[in-house]
């Protein structure tokens, strides 16, 4: 059936019926069957009719509305006015148009009512707000509406009308904004029910159901934009508790005496209910005195040094503080400079304690669910939280259970996001590290996040060079305490030459040698140096290749039978290697070629490939697991010339790129790939 175009009957023409979009063609199929030649007469009259209907039926919608506001605008008696707002709410829910205006427009009606009316008695809230509860099922209420029902929660919480009338328009707002920075007024609203939800009897364990209930029973939630609305509208409350001490001038110290440690005279008054407390000089002097005595170095002799650690052939940074640097600190260098600043405390008005309080136990609750705690990880990586709030003991004390979720969680995605967002800038890792302004453990939890780092893919020089440099004090102070993570991070820095300070190698060295486990480690170190002597001692094979089905022991036993060094080529295609094997082929000197075609070698092996395998010219991936976290690692490897990606995970995006980082790259394959 074809449509008719440009036919004219009582001055109307089916052009100008399409422009207005009234005559919906799949909602009339009554009118359509009744057809029996393009352009006849009868859908030209049935859609005459249809936007006389709509018209008719607006134009008495139109006059409904000014009655009801003119009725309205001059209340007498509530009862009445009660009356007229179920009609109205009534009429709104029986009208045939079909338009967002025909439910909002009750809904303004009395939020202006209600701002206009300020006397009011709670019990005739109450029975306003129960009379357009059936708006809100559909609708969010207008930002008065939503400064009216904030106003409800904050003076009666324990109302039924919050849970009955105001949970389902939550509920809806958190499944279905977009965007809370257009109404603001929505987010204080769900902000102000969760307090009101926490003020019940059961207080938080009511918070936690509803959590519960947005997430749904399952293990994944169906609604994408619950956890960053309930993110949201957490940031911003804590981010309220912290307001009145951040927007005052007499009360909040300036980034330079804070980076000092607030040592300088104040004669502030602690006038607002947040305030900053300075500890005693006794006090203070008693702390300064247990920091410098923590940064003085403790050189324990060793009476036998097993191995010769020799300095790597490369250059590599010094470890030494930049000085002198005059630029704006950043926000834990801020928090963390002085010895005085970690005396520092904040105290909280009784309100904004148990605000604080409800909104890191949200953060906890949205912690606890698998499948947000990588998207809530990606949100909190920034750290978007206020300073104040980071020099506050009891915020960070109770943030560190989201901080220790992130960090057992074995996903990478997950656990990336403790460190910082970009080079250059702190991140979680940093502030919970001994000597950041969060960490009051001694360096439990540091020691947790660089187990899961470093069993991942972060073993890699690149990390193990910044914990050098940064961290090198604590990772010895808890490698004396038998921390077993600390000492093979320790054994990993001497292993792949991190270190070029003579003393500062002896120095790890006595730290191994303190502990039994520490011992035992070194020991092992020593045997692999001698072994890897051994293998890169000149002679040997130049091409090897190992037979089909063998494994990653296979190989550990074959390049411990003897040496290797002048070993060029090595073919490992349709054997049972993995990643793991990795570990031994970046001993191999001379290695230049590599055939890992059909095996399990995957994303893990790859980095540390890239980190030590610099020579390597040519490499075949055929076949194998790897994907673009992986391949992206290859852009070091400059002496690439000749590279197999065929049937690989390779998208479009990354080939591009290792196009245009590998320069001597002339020979690649990339069939059976995005990219192809």
């Given at each position: 059936?074809?449509?008719?175009?440009?036919?004219?009957e009582?001055?109307?023409?089916?052009?100008?019926?399409?422009?207005?979009?009234?005559?919906?063609?799949?909602?009339?199929?009554?009118?359509?069957?009744?057809?029996?030649?393009?352009g006849?007469?009868?859908?030209?009259?049935?859609?005459?009719?249809?936007?006389?209907?709509?018209?008719?039926?607006?134009?008495?919608?139109?006059?409904?509305?000014?009655?009801?506001?003119?009725?309205?605008?001059?209340?007498?008696?509530?009862?009445?006015?009660?009356?007229?707002?179920?009609?109205?709410?009534?009429?709104?829910?029986t009208?045939?148009?079909?338009?967002?205006?025909?439910?909002?427009?009750?809904?303004?009606?009395?939020?202006?009512?209600?701002?206009?009316?300020?006397?009011?008695?709670?019990q005739?809230?109450?029975?306003?707000?129960?009379?357009?509860?059936?708006l809100?099922?559909?609708?969010?209420?207008p930002?008065?509406?939503?400064?009216?029902f904030?106003?409800?929660?904050?003076?009666?919480?324990?109302?039924?009308?919050?849970?009955?009338?105001?949970t389902?328009?939550?509920?809806?707002?958190?499944?279905?904004?977009?965007?809370?920075?257009?109404?603001?007024?929505?987010r204080?609203?769900?902000?102000?029910?969760?307090?009101?939800?926490?003020?019940?009897?059961?207080?938080?364990?009511?918070?936690?159901?509803?959590?519960?209930s947005?997430?749904?029973?399952?293990?994944?939630c169906?609604?994408?934009?619950?956890?960053?609305?309930l993110?949201?509208?957490?940031?911003?409350?804590?981010?309220?508790?912290?307001?009145?001490?951040?927007?005052?001038?007499?009360?909040s110290?300036?980034?330079?005496?804070?980076?000092?440690?607030?040592?300088?005279?104040?004669d502030?008054?602690?006038?607002?209910?947040?305030?900053?407390?300075?500890?005693?000089?006794?006090?203070?002097?008693?702390?300064?005195?247990?920091?410098?005595?923590?940064?003085?170095?403790?050189?324990?002799?060793?009476?036998?040094?097993?191995?010769e650690?020799?300095?790597?052939?490369?250059?590599?940074?010094?470890?030494?503080?930049?000085?002198?640097?005059?630029?704006?600190?950043?926000?834990?260098?801020?928090?963390?400079?002085?010895?005085?600043?970690?005396?520092?405390?904040?105290?909280?008005?009784?309100?904004?304690?148990?605000?604080?309080?409800?909104?890191?136990?949200?953060?906890?609750?949205?912690?606890?669910?698998?499948?947000?705690?990588?998207?809530?990880?990606?949100?909190?990586?920034?750290?978007?939280?206020?300073?104040?709030?980071?020099?506050?003991?009891?915020?960070?004390?109770?943030?560190?259970?989201?901080?220790?979720?992130?960090?057992?969680?074995?996903?990478?995605?997950?656990?990336?996001?403790?460190?910082s967002?970009?080079?250059?800038?702190?991140?979680?890792?940093?502030?919970?590290?001994?000597?950041?302004?969060?960490?009051?453990d001694?360096?439990?939890?540091?020691?947790?996040?660089?187990?899961?780092?470093?069993?991942?893919?972060?073993?890699?020089?690149?990390?193990?060079?910044?914990?050098?440099?940064?961290?090198?004090?604590?990772?010895?102070?808890?490698?004396?305490?038998?921390?077993?993570?600390?000492?093979?991070?320790?054994?990993?820095?001497?292993?792949?030459?991190?270190?070029?300070?003579?003393?500062?190698?002896?120095?790890?060295?006595?730290?191994?040698?303190?502990?039994?486990?520490?011992?035992?480690?070194?020991?092992?170190?020593?045997?692999?140096?001698?072994?890897?002597?051994?293998?890169?001692?000149?002679?040997?094979?130049?091409?090897?290749?190992?037979?089909?089905?063998?494994?990653?022991?296979?190989?550990?036993?074959?390049?411990?039978?003897?040496?290797?060094?002048?070993?060029?080529?090595?073919?490992?295609?349709?054997?049972n290697?993995?990643?793991?094997?990795?570990?031994?082929?970046?001993?191999?000197p001379?290695?230049k070629?590599?055939?890992?075609?059909?095996?399990?070698?995957?994303?893990?092996?790859?980095?540390?490939?890239?980190?030590?395998?610099?020579?390597?010219?040519?490499?075949?991936?055929?076949?194998?697991?790897?994907?673009?976290?992986?391949?992206?690692?290859l852009?070091?490897?400059?002496?690439?010339?000749?590279?197999?990606?065929?049937?690989?995970?390779?998208?479009?995006?990354?080939?591009?790129?290792?196009?245009?980082?590998?320069?001597?790259?002339?020979?690649?394959d990339?069939?059976?790939?995005?990219?192809?």
């Amino acid at each position: 059936m074809t449509k008719p175009t440009g036919y004219m009957e009582n001055s109307v023409s089916y052009s100008a019926i399409e422009d207005v979009q009234l005559l919906s063609w799949e909602n009339a199929p009554k009118y359509c069957l009744q057809l029996t030649i393009p352009g006849g007469t009868v859908l030209l009259q049935a859609a005459n009719s249809y936007l006389r209907d709509q018209w008719f039926h607006s134009l008495q919608w139109k006059k409904k509305i000014y009655k009801y506001k003119k009725v309205l605008s001059n209340p007498s008696r509530w009862e009445v006015v009660l009356k007229e707002i179920r009609t109205l709410v009534d009429m709104a829910l029986t009208s045939p148009l079909q338009d967002d205006s025909i439910n909002q427009a009750p809904l303004e009606i009395v939020s202006k009512l209600l701002s206009e009316n300020t006397n009011l008695t709670t019990q005739e809230h109450e029975n306003i707000i129960v009379a357009i509860a059936p708006l809100l099922e559909n609708n969010h209420p207008p930002p008065d509406l939503c400064e009216f029902f904030c106003k409800h929660c904050r003076e009666r919480p324990r109302s039924m009308v919050v849970i009955e009338v105001f949970t389902p328009v939550v509920q809806r707002i958190l499944k279905h904004n977009m965007d809370f920075g257009k109404c603001p007024r929505l987010r204080l609203f769900t902000q102000e029910y969760i307090l009101a939800l926490n003020e019940l009897n059961a207080g938080m364990e009511v918070v936690k159901k509803f959590i519960q209930s947005m997430h749904g029973p399952t293990g994944h939630c169906p609604h994408p934009r619950v956890l960053p609305n309930l993110v949201a509208v957490c940031l911003a409350a804590i981010y309220s508790c912290y307001e009145e001490f951040i927007n005052s001038r007499d009360n909040s110290p300036s980034l330079k005496e804070i980076r000092n440690g607030c040592q300088q005279p104040c004669d502030r008054k602690p006038t607002l209910p947040l305030r900053l407390l300075h500890p005693s000089p006794d006090l203070v002097s008693q702390e300064a005195t247990l920091s410098e005595a923590r940064l003085k170095s403790v050189v324990v002799a060793s009476s036998e040094i097993h191995v010769e650690v020799e300095p790597a052939s490369t250059a590599k940074p010094a470890l030494t503080a930049s000085a002198g640097d005059d630029n704006e600190p950043n926000l834990i260098d801020c928090l963390m400079v002085s010895p005085a600043c970690s005396t520092m405390s904040i105290e909280l008005g009784p309100q904004a304690d148990r605000t604080l309080g409800c909104y890191v136990e949200i953060l906890k609750l949205l912690s606890d669910y698998d499948d947000w705690r990588p998207s809530l990880a990606s949100l909190l990586q920034p750290i978007p939280f206020p300073k104040e709030a980071l020099a506050h003991e009891k915020f960070t004390k109770e943030l560190k259970y989201v901080i220790q979720r992130f960090a057992e969680d074995p996903r990478q995605e997950v656990h990336s996001c403790l460190l910082s967002v970009r080079a250059g800038k702190d991140g979680w890792f940093q502030l919970y590290s001994p000597g950041g302004v969060a960490c009051d453990d001694d360096g439990e939890l540091f020691a947790s996040m660089v187990h899961i780092l470093m069993g991942s893919c972060y073993k890699t020089k690149k990390f193990l060079l910044s914990l050098a440099e940064n961290k090198l004090g604590p990772c010895m102070l808890l490698a004396l305490r038998g921390n077993q993570t600390m000492v093979e991070i320790l054994c990993l820095m001497l292993e792949y030459n991190i270190i070029d300070n003579n003393d500062t190698q002896l120095q790890i060295i006595s730290t191994l040698e303190s502990t039994g486990v520490g011992k035992r480690m070194y020991e092992q170190l020593c045997d692999r140096q001698r072994e890897l002597k051994e293998l890169q001692r000149k002679g040997g094979p130049t091409r090897l290749t190992l037979p089909s089905k063998s494994t990653d022991a296979d190989l550990a036993r074959l390049l411990s039978s003897g040496s290797f060094g002048n070993l060029e080529n090595l073919s490992l295609a349709f054997t049972n290697v993995t990643s793991a094997c990795a570990e031994h082929l970046i001993k191999l000197p001379s290695l230049k070629q590599l055939n890992l075609w059909s095996t399990q070698f995957g994303d893990a092996g790859l980095r540390l490939l890239s980190e030590h395998l610099t020579m390597l010219q040519v490499l075949n991936l055929c076949e194998t697991p790897v994907t673009d976290a992986g391949l992206l690692a290859l852009s070091s490897m400059k002496s690439l010339c000749s590279l197999n990606m065929n049937s690989t995970k390779l998208s479009a995006d990354t080939y591009e790129d290792l196009k245009a980082k590998l320069p001597n790259l002339k020979e690649v394959d990339v069939r059976y790939t995005e990219a192809w």
